[in-house]
């Protein structure tokens, strides 16, 4: 089983030729609500990719709440522990331009209520095989949800932002993109920032979006996994689909160059459909994609 303590956000996009300048009204061509937020991205991209998994984390008591939680229960994620608290629920708020260039902002309303997992919570991160972690809830809880134990460690350190000791000291895995390993390690070669990342943690990957990703172990182990070549249509939530199926693939028991191309192809066959939760495979295409 597999935890994910983190954020649910509602996307809320709007479709326009160009974003607004300040003080400026425009009409826009299309909009949409779709649920995402790293932690229910990563959520589902599991539990598509073939594992069980419980999400903790919390929606607000709006209209949007509800619907979050639909989402992660539709793809089959336990949401139990899924807190509803006072007020809004995360938003995104998200304006995409043609040609793709979006502007975000984030709100994170019930995401930043979320306090450090006690008493069922905890016990349900202590006995999952591997938890779960992105940087969208406040530090303090993330660091008491990673210093649970009995679970291996996963962070995705997205947002990028200074890790604290106490954190580091917990992370059996980190997975940042290209840009978040260099903000992390302030080397801007991945292979350099790769090396830099294990002198803080035993095991990292580096994704490289469409160039692949790194991997790099301190018992020496150093791989490199070329991305499947596709035609992406929307890089969106590449990167959880990706944390979400690695964390699959090592649990069941995969070695890393195994897990690596798991993950790899979940993650390509994402990036060929739009969207973020929308897009993620299901463990049978990962597999006829691997097998083909
Ligand atoms: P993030 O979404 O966090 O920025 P990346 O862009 O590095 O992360 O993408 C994560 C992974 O998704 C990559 O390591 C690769 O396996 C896959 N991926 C991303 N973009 C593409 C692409 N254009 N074609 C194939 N695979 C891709």
Same mark, same amino acid.
């Given at each position: ?5 983190? =954020?649910?956000?509602?996307?809320? %996009? ?7 300048? #300040?003080?400026?009204?425009?009409? +826009? ?10 932690? /229910?991205?990563?959520?589902?991209? !599991?539990?598509?990719? +073939? ?11 709006? !209209? ?5 939680? /639909? ?49 069922? @919570? /905890? ?5 999952? $095989? &591997? ?8 530090? @303090?809880?993330?660091?008491? !949800? ?12 997205? #947002? ?11 992370? @059996? ?15 801007? $070669? ?21 160039? +692949? !990703?790194?991997? +790099? =172990? ?11 070549? %596709? ?8 990167? $959880? ?14 070695? #890393?160059?195994? &897990?690596?191309?798991?993950? =790899? ?21 990962? @597999? ?5």
């Amino acid at each position: 089983m597999i935890s994910v303590f983190g =954020s649910a956000n509602m996307d809320l %996009v709007a479709y326009v030729a160009q974003a607004p300048k #300040p003080g400026e009204t425009l009409t +826009g061509r299309e909009f949409r609500t779709i649920p995402g937020g790293k932690g /229910a991205n990563q959520a589902i991209a !599991a539990a598509r990719a +073939g594992a069980d998994v419980a999400f903790l984390g919390a929606v607000g008591d709006d !209209a949007f709440g509800p619907v979050l939680r /639909a989402a992660l229960a539709e793809a089959g994620v336990e949401v139990a522990a899924l807190r509803v608290v006072p007020g809004p629920s995360g938003v995104a708020h998200i304006v995409v331009q043609d040609g793709g260039d979006n502007s975000i902002i984030v709100v994170p309303g019930a995401n930043g209520a979320v306090t450090g997992p006690v008493g069922r @919570d /905890a016990e349900i991160i202590g006995r999952s $095989d &591997a938890l779960l972690l992105q940087l969208e809830l406040p530090m @303090d809880a993330v660091v008491a !949800a990673a210093q649970v134990p009995g679970t291996e460690v996963i962070l995705t350190p997205a #947002p990028a932002v200074p890790l604290p000791a106490e954190l580091l000291e917990t992370v @059996d895995l980190l997975v940042p993109n290209e840009h978040e390993a260099a903000a992390l390690t302030g080397r801007d $070669d991945p292979r350099d920032a790769l090396e830099a990342l294990l002198d803080l943690v035993p095991e990292a990957v580096v994704t490289l979006g469409a160039r +692949g !990703a790194l991997y +790099g =172990s301190r018992d020496g182990t150093r791989l490199r996994e070329a991305a499947v070549p %596709v035609r992406a249509v929307d890089t969106t939530a590449a990167g $959880d689909t990706f944390a979400g199926a690695l964390a699959v693939a090592r649990t069941e028991g995969a070695d #890393p160059a195994r &897990a690596l191309r798991f993950a =790899s192809a979940a993650a390509a066959l994402s990036v060929q459909r739009e969207g973020a939760s929308t897009s993620m495979p299901h463990r049978h295409e990962i @597999d006829r994609l691997l097998e083909g």
